[in-house]
């Protein structure tokens, strides 16, 4: 999808607010005239809650974070210099931090799947290895530029794309959701997924219990005896069990519990195809980190009859 990356920047600027809490300053510089660049609109949200985390995680003590973009230019001589740059016009967005900074050793490994600069059970690793995964699929580049004590600043380039945006463009105001403080069980055997939706959920205020299949959700909810208000499963799971039936089960433990379907189908194919009653609740993947919570907030807040 064709997107302007300055609106996505102000949509989300509200919730990154919160994801870095109240000891970091958030300071967002969007350049005027910028061009539109082509990329899955959840994966682009995912690509910048990954990097704010990161930045976060590198500042304990507080200190401050800067998102920018601009319209660039990369000739010749840089894409000599730089393997697998084609030379022409880009939008770069960069995600600054006044945090701990990196060494060449650690910046060497930091795109590789499992690599952490965390402490053990602080993180999987997995977060730079998908933001380096998705702006390469999306004919982009990602450098990383760091010294210990000074600081991080990671920068993308994605082409710039000429056509008008596939909605029309409006500068608009960041998107309100809605905190929460529900429960929530999350089903979902795609880890990249999984942690992004989890990662959403809690910054914004719910509890989620998080498994990867059917069994693995049936035997969290025997071991939780709180309410738990609303069930998120893909359709289709691992482990012989099905999102339709790990929910069917469930029900008739907890009959209050409300369902909310996720697919990389569209909704009309699940339907078509017998997998899904028609008339509930789905949300297609990928989905923005906005989009999720507004369902969300859809599901839980619909009365019964």
């Not at 210990?148 to 463009?169: C, N, S, V």
Request: hydrophobic share 40%; charged share 20%; proline share 6%.
């Amino acid at each position: 999808q064709i997107l302007h990356l300055n609106e996505t920047v102000g949509q989300m600027s509200k919730m990154l607010r919160r994801l870095l809490g109240e000891n970091i300053d958030l300071v967002i510089q969007l350049a005027p005239e910028l061009g539109m660049v082509k990329i899955d609109p959840g994966q682009m949200d995912q690509v910048l809650i990954n990097l704010v985390v990161n930045a976060r995680d590198a500042m304990p003590q507080g200190g401050r974070l800067t998102i920018e973009t601009a319209n660039i230019e990369l000739d010749d001589a840089y894409a000599r210099a730089q393997v697998e740059v084609i030379p022409g016009r880009y939008i770069m967005l960069a995600i600054s931090d006044s945090g701990q900074g990196l060494d060449a050793a650690a910046q060497a490994h930091l795109f590789e799947p499992f690599f952490t600069t965390k402490e053990r059970g602080k993180g999987t690793g997995l977060g730079l290895a998908t933001v380096h995964g998705i702006i390469n699929q999306s004919g982009g580049h990602i450098w990383v530029y760091s010294e210990p004590g000074q600081g991080t600043t990671f920068k993308i380039y994605l082409p710039r794309i000429d056509e008008a945006p596939q909605t029309p463009h409006r500068v608009s105001d960041p998107v309100e959701t809605q905190p929460g403080s529900e429960t929530i069980l999350l089903v979902e055997d795609e880890m990249m997924v999984r942690d992004f939706a989890q990662r959403v959920l809690s910054d914004e205020g719910y509890m989620v219990l998080a498994a990867r299949s059917g069994p693995e959700a049936l035997q969290i909810v025997d071991q939780y005896h709180q309410t738990i208000s609303l069930l998120i499963t893909d359709v289709i799971l691992p482990d012989g069990m099905s999102g339709p039936e790990t929910a069917e089960i469930l029900i008739a433990q907890r009959p209050a519990l409300k369902v909310l379907y996720i697919s990389g189908y569209t909704d009309n194919a699940i339907v078509h195809h017998g997998v899904l009653d028609p008339g509930v609740f789905f949300l297609e993947k990928p989905f923005t980190a906005t989009g999720l919570l507004h369902k969300i907030r859809e599901v839980i807040d619909r009365r019964e009859g």
